[in-house]
């Protein structure tokens, strides 16, 4: 049996079960194979934009013999991909700005994908408020803690998604909930009360707090502009954090 990190452990478990999915930046091919074996879907496109992880890839899935299952393609993201061929994407391990390129570079492709399952590693809460602003939402969330980081990592969905509706009731987490909060750090988890998001928030205010106290020493020594700027952000972070916080 094939050990994945946690992180991938928990991105597999938010995948719904389909037919055909792309593993975008598959990597060493790892998680298609284990999602292949567990019945999660049916056939998978692993694809990768470096030929070294990518024949590492194939290597790895011709002696779990599903050769005949997952396809590696040489992709810079879903472009090696047609519209239709896929219903669902999965890309984990990659930053929110990249992440946010590759489905926007194919849009009318995404948009057809019954659910998107990702995981973005930087600028997070600008790449959920991309999602929602495309008409993208949360159906599934999860945060994992792992190796001195945090993960945090959903399953989206669009409004013609089968059973989004009910779903998205389910995990509401209310009419007050502040878009901007959200976005931040995940309606899903925040509704939840997800005991790894507390430590975040927790770690995150520790360390924002003595950040704007660096900061207030510095500009009491000598007023600077991207300082004065900087501390305006931390503050504003500081207060979303607070407010996240509260919730719990």
């Known amino acids: 049996m094939i050990k994945l990190s946690k992180r991938l452990e928990a991105l597999g478990r938010l995948c719904e079960a389909g037919t ?13 194979i284990r999602l292949i074996r567990e019945g999660i879907f049916s056939r998978m496109l692993a694809m990768d934009l470096r030929e070294g992880p990518l024949a590492a890839a194939r290597e790895h899935v011709a002696e779990a ?15 090696a991909m047609q519209t239709g061929e896929a219903e669902a994407v999965i890309c984990a391990g990659m930053g929110g700005p990249l992440m946010q390129r590759i489905l926007e570079q194919d849009i009318d ?10 995981q973005p590693q930087s600028d997070i809460g600008a790449f959920r408020r991309w999602l929602r602003e495309n008409g993208f939402f949360a159906a599934d969330e999860e945060i994992v803690f792992e190796d001195g980081k945090y993960y945090p990592m959903m ?19 209310g009419q007050d909930t502040d878009p ?29 707090s003595e950040a704007l106290e660096q900061l207030d020493m510095a500009q009491r020594a000598g007023c600077d502009e991207r300082r004065a700027q900087r501390m305006t952000e931390l503050q504003h972070e500081r207060k979303l954090i607070q407010k996240a916080i509260s919730i719990f």
């Open 155 to 173: 399953r989206m969905v669009t409004e013609a998604s089968d059973g989004m509706d009910s779903k998205r009731e389910e995990v509401s987490p």
């Open 109 to 118: 492709k995404v948009r057809q994908m019954k659910q998107l399952v990702l």
């Open 180 to 208: 901007e909060l959200a976005d931040a750090f995940g309606p899903i988890l925040l509704a939840r009360r997800h005991p790894v998001l507390l430590e975040y928030l927790k770690q995150r205010n520790g360390f924002v």
């Open 65 to 79: 013999g599903l050769s005949d299952r997952i396809e590696c393609r040489l992709s810079d993201g879903l472009r």
């Open 20 to 32: 055909v999915a792309a593993d975008v930046g598959c990597d060493h091919g790892y998680l298609s």
